[in-house]
């Protein structure tokens, strides 16, 4: 069965640092997508970033990275230089191509970022 | 381009009654999916539409069900509402998967749905 898991329930930093966010999941299948949103106070889901399960370079966009590992099932997300504006709920998610076309999403991280 | 519309965004119910919660998915999108992110649980899957059909449902009662309509628009009602079903009911909507490479939803800014 398909399964994302975010350890970390809650997460604070100071402003300026680095945090990694983890997600772990499980799929039987080998075709799949990975996501990150992000939900500020507002409540809207502000999509990041979709990976395939056939691309497993590391990605970079701004503050934001992400690495992906399919040998530890393993899509993390790293926000460097954080920002007060970065504090929000992070979610990680799957769907799996074939199988399903729902995304199922992780519980979620809160992150505070303390000026 | 407007994004995916919510309304309304607040609701307060009485349990028992029913609640209707309507979307309008972003122009040219035929997939609109319903969440329910209740308090400590996370988004959870509950229906998906695309092209007037419902293509998949989550483990919710029936009580939970919804419609879309030719414009792609979607309701979603409950139905003798229960303190718990008080959540965040999120819609979102895509281009049906096969015909977008950048497959992904974009989410609506959600309904509080609050039961007393």
């Known amino acids: 069965a398909q399964k994302v898991t975010q350890a970390?329930?809650?997460i604070s930093v100071v402003e300026k640092e680095d945090v990694t966010l983890d997600c772990v999941y499980e799929t039987r299948d080998t075709t799949y997508y990975l996501f990150w949103y992000k939900q500020p106070p507002s409540g809207e889901l502000v999509f990041l970033i979709r990976r395939n399960s056939f691309d497993e370079q590391n990605e970079i966009s701004g503050r934001y990275s992400?690495?992906?590992?399919?040998?530890?099932?393993?899509?993390?997300?790293?926000?460097?230089?954080?920002?007060?504006?970065?504090?929000?709920?992070?979610?990680?998610a799957l769907s799996e191509v074939v199988r399903d076309d729902k995304i199922i999403f992780g519980k979620g991280t809160r992150l505070h970022i303390l000026p | 381009e407007a994004g995916v519309t919510q309304s309304p965004t607040h609701l307060i119910k009485t349990r028992g009654q029913q609640a209707t919660l309507r979307c309008s998915p972003i122009s040219g999108h035929t997939s609109v999916y319903w969440y329910q992110q209740a308090l400590g649980l996370g988004l959870q899957f509950l229906l998906w539409y695309d092209e007037g059909e419902e293509r998949n449902r989550g483990n919710f009662?029936?009580?939970?069900?919804?419609?879309?309509?030719?414009?792609?628009?979607?309701?979603?009602?409950?139905?003798a509402l229960e303190l718990e079903d008080s959540a965040l009911y999120l819609c979102a909507s895509s281009l049906e998967r096969n015909r977008t490479p950048n497959y992904g939803y974009t989410f609506g800014s959600g309904t509080r749905l609050t039961v007393v």
């Open chain 2, 61 to 79: 009662p029936p009580r939970f069900s919804g419609r879309q309509f030719p414009n792609y628009s979607s309701e979603l009602n409950v139905n």
């Open chain 1, 8 to 10: 970390q329930t809650e």
């Open chain 1, 66 to 92: 992400w690495n992906f590992q399919k040998s530890t099932s393993s899509f993390n997300f790293t926000i460097t230089a954080s920002q007060v504006v970065d504090s929000a709920v992070y979610f990680c």
